[in-house]
């Protein structure tokens, strides 16, 4: 892991479902420098886009490259909206996915506690991981992607379903990942956290990408009519998608 394999081109995304498009002619670069947001209303196409850029949905047309190369590099994870968690004890969830990437032995032990305790979860490290909490398995999965060192992390709402203490943790928690030098793209439709996270914004809106700036002017002067009305919270449902 760790191959330089930023910035990531993401070239005339379209992606259609049973004729129905819930991406549409997107395109951006994104160098890692900076927290990106992906910012939306429920239904813009966050989730899907950022599994597009996973590599876990083939686009119906256009391409995601890496630093040139046309395959999925495996120095990056994922945290979903809701957590996918094996039915195993927390501590072995992590170990689980050490083995699939390919570390084992004491290595894939030590990292594992290491993710656990950084997490806070330590405690329940022999406790099975779909009996915990949400915000634990939250907490769990962000610890299982981070024990990974991915160069780059996705995360898809990772504190959407939580309470403000556990959000709270979850943010710093991400905080720390990123100061270890992996770069984060989340989405969110949350304001105040895109607003504490965001170094720049990509807000979508019915799958298209209607503005990409640094956090600050896009809260501060948003330059499409979608965006000013999402803060103004008179866009709370994106109402349809486009075609
Ligand atoms: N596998 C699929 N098959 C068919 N339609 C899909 C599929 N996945 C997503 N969609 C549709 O694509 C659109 C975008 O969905 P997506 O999950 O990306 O929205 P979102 O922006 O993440 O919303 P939320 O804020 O609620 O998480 C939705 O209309 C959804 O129903
Ligand atoms: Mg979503």
């Known amino acids: 892991?760790?191959?330089?394999?930023?910035?990531?081109?993401?070239?005339?995304?379209?992606v259609r479902f049973n004729g129905?498009?819930?991406?549409?002619?997107?395109?951006?670069?994104?160098?890692?420098?900076?927290?990106?947001?992906?910012?939306?209303a429920n239904g813009a196409g966050k989730s899907v886009l950022l599994r597009v850029l996973h590599g876990l949905i083939a686009p119906t047309s256009?391409?995601?490259?890496?630093?040139?190369?046309?395959?999925?590099?495996?120095?990056?994870?994922?945290?979903?909206?809701r957590p996918v968690l094996l039915r195993r004890p927390a501590l072995a969830n992590i170990e689980y996915?050490?083995?699939?990437?390919?570390?084992g032995g004491a290595e894939?032990?030590?990292?594992?506690?290491?993710?656990?305790?950084?997490?806070?979860?330590?405690?329940?490290?022999?406790?099975q991981a779909r009996v915990?909490?949400?915000?634990?398995?939250?907490?769990?999965?962000l610890a299982r992607a981070s024990a990974l060192r991915p160069r780059v992390l996705f995360l898809d709402e990772p504190t959407s379903s939580?309470?403000?203490?556990?959000?709270?943790?979850?943010?710093?928690?991400?905080?720390?990942?990123?100061?270890?030098?992996?770069a984060i793209v989340m989405t969110t439709h949350n304001l105040g956290l895109a607003k504490r996270v965001a170094g720049e914004i990509l807000f979508l809106h019915a799958?298209?990408?209607?503005?990409?700036?640094?956090?600050?002017?896009?809260?501060?002067?948003?330059?499409?009519?979608e965006a000013a009305a999402f803060l103004e919270g008179e866009l709370p449902w994106s109402v349809s998608s486009p075609a």
Do not use: C, K, Y
Request: charged share 20%; net charge neutral; hydrophobic share 45%.
């Open 207 to 225: 799958g298209r990408l209607v503005e990409r700036a640094p956090a600050q002017s896009f809260f501060n002067h948003p330059r499409s009519p």
């Open 1 to 14: 892991m760790g191959e330089a394999m930023l910035p990531l081109e993401a070239r005339a995304l379209t």
């Open 162 to 182: 939580l309470d403000p203490t556990a959000s709270a943790d979850v943010e710093r928690i991400v905080g720390e990942i990123r100061a270890g030098g992996t």
């Open 20 to 40: 129905h498009t819930a991406i549409e002619d997107v395109s951006f670069s994104l160098d890692g420098a900076m927290p990106a947001v992906i910012l939306g």
């Open 62 to 81: 256009g391409s995601v490259t890496w630093s040139g190369a046309n395959e999925r590099p495996r120095a990056q994870a994922m945290v979903f909206q």
């Open 97 to 103: 996915a050490l083995a699939v990437n390919g570390i």
């Open 108 to 127: 894939r032990t030590a990292r594992a506690r290491e993710a656990l305790e950084r997490v806070g979860l330590s405690h329940l490290a022999h406790r």
């Open 132 to 141: 915990l909490s949400g915000g634990e398995q939250q907490r769990l999965a």
